[in-house]
């Protein structure tokens, strides 16, 4: 069980930029990527490219390319593209967390338990969603690339928390038992059900019918759909 801390400093999580390196040919970058350097850099670079294009503009020989290296030094750290983009989906993926806890932390607490839980689990969709909307490129690598939800904990995939966007769900579906919001008998599964509608929404926003609705009607539908969940689990 994983417990979100009713402390607003815990849940402070801003989302870090790395910087992408780009055309580092010279000879003290070459000799820092032979240290260990390589596989991050390679990543960073992905990323980037999954930002601008999505899972399938991440290419292992343009990813050498914008690192400044032969694609043949990628081979020691990546058997192939889809390893590199398995990489690449996982740093998404932290990324997500980060912006789900960034919106967690802006909850204030009061003094009724329940209503702060349910808050913050409104805040963890809040923050999923914004993600979709702001970086749609990031959220399909992050969820489009074949996996599984036994690797749902894995820790390549957690933010600068420590956590998951599965184990920040967790965390804030627990805080709903604790806080006396939530029945435990219902508590089992409960992620899927949430985890589910939500980012389907997102899906639909950023990639599907929905993307022509303004900016005011997506927020009246996240609104709905999160009172939706709110009351459907």
């Keep these: 069980m ?10 402070r999580a801003e989302r ?8 580092q040919t010279d000879e003290s970058s070459r000799a820092t990527y032979r240290h260990g350097d390589l596989r991050q850099a390679l ?11 999505g899972p399938d503009a991440v290419v292992l020989r343009e990813s050498t390319r914008r690192v ?23 740093s998404a ?8 806890l960034a919106d ?24 999923y969603l914004g993600f979709a909307r702001a970086e749609p490129g990031l959220f399909r690598t992050a969820f489009t690339v074949p996996d599984d939800l036994a690797n749902s904990a894995n820790p390549a995939k957690a933010g600068s928390a420590g956590l998951t966007p599965f184990q920040v ?20 599964g409960a992620e ?18 929905l993307r022509g609705l303004t900016t005011e009607m997506i927020d009246g539908a996240t609104a709905r759909l999160l009172d939706m969940v709110d009351r459907g689990i």
Excluded: C, K
């Design 93 to 100: 993926q932290g990324m997500v967390a980060d912006a789900m």
């Design 169 to 188: 769900l967790s965390a804030a579906l627990d805080d709903l038992v604790s806080a006396g919001a939530l029945p435990a008998e219902r508590r089992q």
């Design 192 to 209: 899927l059900h949430a985890w589910s509608a939500v980012h389907g929404l997102g899906m639909l926003i950023i990639d599907g019918p």
């Design 68 to 90: 400044g290296v032969s694609p043949n030094a990628a081979y020691r750290h990546f058997a192939d593209r889809h390893a590199l983009l398995g990489a690449v989906s996982a």
């Design 2 to 11: 994983y417990t979100l801390s009713t402390t607003p400093d815990l849940y």
């Design 43 to 53: 990543i960073t670079a992905g990323v980037e490219l999954a930002r601008a294009g």
């Design 104 to 127: 967690v932390a802006t909850v204030r607490t009061t003094e009724d338990p329940a209503a702060d839980a349910r808050n913050r689990l409104r805040a963890v969709g809040t923050g």
């Design 16 to 23: 870090t930029v790395t910087e992408t390196r780009t055309g």
